[in-house]
Structures are given as structure tokens and as C-alpha cells.
């Protein structure tokens, strides 16, 4: 989850694995990379279930306010100290120090992230000054990227953690401990209207800049989009770098089943996807961005969630292939999920931007479907000497001028130009 400065209410789904903020007690699953891993009574969106199916996400994530000096002093005392990270209880003894300081009143407008991260990823504080050179010399990503105060990492108490959670040893990959302590931001799904249409784009070029510089960021999620405020406008943030890649790194880093899925790409919601056969590429974060939007629109009402009929509830409780089933026939036939309460000229106007999105969605999947088929045909009629030429590549890597051409297909829609012209310069 993201620092957003939120407790007590789940409103749009964790990762799979992530901590329940409902309760206390504190949930877990196997770690293993590519592993298939099930939580037992974690509830999401407001919606009990009694088991999550296999979504490959962190073990333990929960992001808590807190006065960040005092809780880091206590979780300092405690996971440092090398007799303690043999001891079984050591978790639970820095969760009774830690708590209650986080749950408490936010007195410096900061926030506090734990999370256990793959030792062989990069880590989201390296990923983050990547990012901040790459903000230095653009605008569309300057000011809209996290600002980390401090962090640490801590080697020593993974298997210690582990052990107190009844986690069995990885095979796949080691953790490692990680503290980061943020800027306080608020959550996108607080605003509506043209607000929500205006950080919800900034947070859209943003990531079109950072992918093009040779960040991923592969898990876009309502609880990735942030927002402060600046000289009286909305400044929207993309935020949650845990589960990114370099470019020129080494490790994972583009066929992992990476993200949220509710918000996954259809693509990736397939047999083919589960098994790490589908590359992430720069157009399934980008109709993620999709997926969010329509979760919001059709989830919130004036920035609060409604209580009661929201049609897409049941993709945080699907396995991967049908949540993907589900999302393909609400693709179909999204026309039919318009709201009833619909009055005023912007929420109008939204979901006229909604309509316009997914058939540019429609239109390009189907675009691809045809063009892959046509790919298949020559290189085989190539083969059995029915055709002169030489092979098309399949599946070609994509290209700076596909990521434009791609996003602009979505600006250039009716909707969206006049949305945008609503907007401050």
C-alpha cells in the first residue's frame, strides 16, 4: 500500500498479500517469487473473502502514519541489536513499540513504509534517484515523484521475521528489510471531477517520461497516485517504486507477474502471462492507468466510497485468469456499467472520457490481435515458399514513437481534449 497518510479502511485493494489494515492481526504469505500464494480471511474493498489466489506480490506491506523519529528509534533499538534477530518474538516485540506511535496523530507530515523486498531487485531507494536525476531535466516528472526522507535497510532480521510468522524459508529469493520514510501525500481516490481527471494525467506523463528514461514502474494502482498541493493546484504523484526496474539492471525485471490484480493488464490475466511468458512493456502500465481510472469512477462518489454498488468488487477476489475473464467481458460491454446517479456536466463529461478510453482500448487490442495473426500468416507462407520476403518479427520490442503514437490515440480522444481545456495552463 502507499503512504498516503490512510489507516483503517481498505478502499481499494492491496496486493494480495498485503497486511489486512482492517484488524490486527497481521497476515502473511509465501515470499518466493513466481510462487502461488494464498491468504486466509483478508479483506478488500470492503469485501470478505475467505481466500486470495495466487497474485504474486510483497509478503508484508503496511504503510502507517507516524511521528517518524520515535518509531524509528524503537524499530532501531529492536532489529539491530544482533542477539535479538534470533529471537522468534522479535516481530511481534517491535510491533507492540512501533504501533502505537504509528496509529498516532502525524505531527511532521511524514510517513512511514516497511516492507520486505527482494534481495536481488533493485531497491526502491536506488530506483528513486534514478528517478530524481531524471526529474532534474523534466518537467513532466519534476515535483511529481515521492520525496524520500530517509531510509534503511536491514539485513539482519528477514529470517528472524520469517520465523515469527511461521514462513517457510524461500528457495527463490532472500528479503531484505526495508524502512523509507516519506513526504506525507493524499490519495487520488479523495478527489472527483476535473481534479481527478487532472492528477490522474499528470501522473500519466510522468510515467510516460520515466519509462522512455528506463524506469518501469509495472504496478499502477489507485494506491500509486498521490497528490499534494502547491500554490493552490493539485500536483499529482507517481508513487510505490518497490516493484520496479532499471532499464540496464540486472535481475527481475520484465516478465515477472508484477501488480495489482484488479488493475492488470489483460495481457498479463492469462495462462500464458501467469507463467512469465508476456513481457511488461510500456502499454500494459499504461492501460493499468485505464483500469484505475474506471475502479475510481464507478467506486467513489465526491471522494468517498460507495457503499453499495460497486460492479467491479468481485475482480479483488478472483484468481488472476478469471479476474482477467471478468475484465475482458466488462470490456465488451462497459457501455452497460454507466452509473444511474449521473447529473452534473463534469461527471458526464468523465464518463464520456471513460467511453472513449476503452474503445481506444478495444480498437488497439484489437489492432494488435489482427496484426500478430497477419505476422504468423507471412512467416509461415514464407516458410513453405509461397512467398517471397523474409520473416516478420513477432511481437517486435516496442518503440518510443509506439509509446506516443499509443498514449495519443487516448489525448486525442474528443473527451479528453475537452477535459484538458478545462484545465489551469
Not at 496509529?103 to 528513486?128: C, D, W
Not at 489483460?266 to 507463467?275: C, R
Request: aromatic content about 8%; overall charge neutral.
Amino acid at each position: 500500500m502507499s503512504p498516503a497518510g490512510e489507516t483503517g479502511t481498505s478502499s481499494t485493494p492491496p496486493r494480495a498479500n498485503a497486511a489486512n489494515q482492517g484488524g490486527s492481526k497481521i497476515e502473511s504469505t509465501p515470499y518466493s517469487c513466481g510462487a502461488s500464494v494464498v491468504s486466509e480471511n483478508i479483506s478488500l474493498v470492503g469485501v470478505q473473502v475467505k481466500e486470495v489466489r495466487p497474485w504474486i506480490q510483497r509478503d508484508i506491506e503496511q504503510a502507517k502514519q507516524c511521528k517518524a523519529d520515535a518509531m524509528l528509534q524503537i524499530l532501531l533499538q529492536r532489529a539491530s541489536c544482533a542477539p535479538e534477530t534470533r529471537q522468534p518474538e522479535l516481530l511481534q516485540k517491535c510491533l507492540k513499540g512501533v504501533l502505537p506511535v504509528c496509529n498516532g496523530q502525524v505531527s511532521n507530515g511524514t510517513v512511514a513504509k516497511i516492507f520486505l523486498g527482494e534481495a536481488g531487485r533493485t531497491s526502491e531507494p536506488k530506483i528513486l534517484d534514478k528517478v530524481e536525476e531524471i526529474a532534474k531535466v523534466h518537467p513532466t516528472v519534476e515535483g511529481h515523484i515521492p520525496e524520500l526522507f530517509w531510509y534503511h535497510a536491514f539485513t539482519n532480521p528477514a529470517c528472524a521475521i520469517r520465523e515469527a510468522l511461521g514462513v517457510p524459508e524461500s528457495s527463490m529469493s532472500s528479503r531484505i528489510l526495508y524502512i523509507l520514510v516519506f513526504r506525507r501525500l493524499y490519495p487520488i481516490t479523495k478527489l472527483h471531477g476535473k481534479d481527478l481527471f487532472d492528477v490522474w494525467r499528470q501522473c500519466i506523463l510522468c510515467h510516460l517520461t520515466l519509462w522512455k528514461e528506463g524506469v518501469y514502474h509495472r504496478d499502477i494502482s489507485p494506491g500509486s497516485l498521490l497528490l499534494y498541493r502547491k500554490n493552490g493546484r493539485l500536483i499529482g504523484v507517481l508513487n510505490d517504486y518497490d516493484l520496479s526496474s532499471l532499464a540496464n539492471a540486472v535481475g527481475p525485471q520484465g516478465n515477472e507477474r508484477t501488480g495489482t490484480v484488479p488493475f492488470m493488464v489483460l495481457d498479463i490475466l492469462t495462462k500464458e502471462g501467469q507463467q512469465g511468458k508476456v513481457k511488461h512493456l510500456y502499454r500494459h502500465d499504461l492501460e493499468s492507468f485505464m483500469w484505475v481510472f474506471a475502479w475510481i469512477f464507478l467506486h467513489y462518489r465526491q471522494g468517498v466510497l460507495l457503499q453499495r454498488s460497486r460492479p467491479l468488487d468481485e475482480w479483488a477476489t478472483l484468481d488472476a485468469i478469471a479476474c482477467g475473464d471478468k475484465k475482458s467481458a466488462f470490456l465488451m460491454g462497459f457501455i452497460n456499467y454507466r452509473p444511474l446517479d449521473l447529473q452534473s456536466t463534469i461527471d458526464l463529461s468523465l464518463w464520456a472520457l471513460l467511453v472513449d478510453c476503452f474503445g481506444v482500448l478495444q480498437a488497439a487490442n484489437s489492432n494488435r490481435v489482427n496484426n500478430h495473426v497477419n505476422d504468423v500468416r507471412h512467416n509461415l507462407e514464407v516458410e513453405l515458399g509461397w512467398t517471397e520476403g523474409t520473416y516478420e518479427q513477432i511481437d517486435a520490442e516496442e518503440t518510443v514513437s509506439d509509446m506516443d503514437d499509443l498514449l495519443g490515440k487516448f489525448t486525442g480522444t474528443r473527451a479528453w481534449v475537452k477535459l484538458s481545456n478545462t484545465l489551469p495552463l
